[in-house]
């Protein structure tokens, strides 16, 4: 099935609760070279049909303007998949 | 006068804020997400809750529905239009206000009566106080940390566009300790606090006079009332 996925991150400077909570278990498991993790969304739009260029063109357009909000999150990458 | 109140699926204050209205001197009336008729309302609430059970971001898909829509229509031509708490999170996802709101900073759901300070009251919902009041409104949220670029900011300070901000303690970590702005004519304004709770002695918070003697909350619906009377 062909699909777009879309990947979100939270912004580099914004604190991601989630990843510092999974972090602090991962220290405690003993993974101490793991420095950081952070969290973010894989959504994925799945297509009955081939995907065009202008699907493209819409998903990147609803990944920045519905799927993310810019001021707490970045679209890391918007990417066909068959 | 009629205010409308719209309920999302997962609102949960809808009631109350009709409540308010009523107390105030207003007729509340209902309106529904999925209908694009406003019934031709003075102004209109949007309450809080979690609406779309906060999935995708709280607010984003209440941004979307058709009621919205025409708030958002509408709000550009000056209807007045109120978000509180999961509203205001529909308002910044609308772009009807900038910046946006992210987790409390102790990660903590808050449920307190806050004190805020009354920053901008040349708003449709804030006219009846005075500036600088100090008034005491229930605050309960997760997700009430206001954030925005420096840019965005600096623009709220200079132009007189933070409508209220949190006094003596900031409960989320919201930047400039702000609780809720103003759109740029004064007719938009959202705030995490929930002014509705805050309507009725017997109901309210505490205050040092008396036990839930508190009604701060009504100024918000008499200020529009007032507006709307007079326009």
Not at chain 2, 67 to 82: D, F, M, S, W, Y
Request: hydrophobic fraction near 40%; aromatic fraction near 6%.
């Amino acid at each position: 099935m062909p699909k777009i996925i879309v990947e979100i991150m939270p912004k580099q400077d914004l604190l991601d609760p989630q990843g510092k909570a999974v972090a602090n278990s991962l220290h405690r498991e003993g993974k101490k070279e793991i420095t950081a993790v952070r969290i973010g969304k894989r959504i994925e739009l799945h297509f009955d049909r081939e995907i065009t260029d202008q699907d493209l063109e819409m998903a990147r357009d609803q990944a920045a303007n519905f799927l993310s909000n810019d001021v707490i999150e970045d679209v890391v990458a918007v990417t066909k998949e068959d | 006068m009629k205010i409308g109140v719209i309920t999302y699926p997962g609102t949960l204050d809808d009631r109350d804020a009709q409540r308010a209205i009523r107390l105030a001197g207003g007729t509340p009336v209902p309106l529904w997400h999925d209908d694009d008729d406003l019934k031709k309302v003075d102004a209109v609430v949007l309450p809080g809750g979690f609406s779309y059970g906060d999935y995708l971001r709280c607010g984003a898909i209440a941004a979307k529905a058709p009621a919205t829509k025409e708030v958002i229509r509408l709000a550009a031509k000056g209807l007045p239009v109120l978000g509180i708490c999961n509203g205001f999170q529909v308002l910044v996802e609308s772009h009807l206000l900038p910046g946006g709101l992210i987790r409390n900073e102790k990660q903590h759901f808050i449920c307190r009566d806050q004190k805020l300070r009354v920053e901008n009251n040349e708003t449709a919902w804030t006219s009846l106080f005075e500036k600088d009041q100090e008034i005491l409104i229930p605050l309960k949220n997760g997700e009430g940390g206001y954030i925005a670029t420096d840019d965005t900011l600096k623009m709220l300070e200079q132009e007189n566009r933070i409508a209220f901000r949190y006094v003596e303690n900031n409960p989320n970590g919201s930047m400039n300790d702000i609780a809720g702005i103003t759109n740029e004519r004064g007719n938009v304004v959202g705030l995490m606090p929930h002014p509705e709770h805050a309507v009725e002695a017997g109901f309210g918070p505490d205050t040092p006079t008396a036990m839930r003697s508190g009604i701060d909350g009504l100024l918000f619906f008499e200020s529009v009332l007032k507006m709307v009377v007079n326009s």
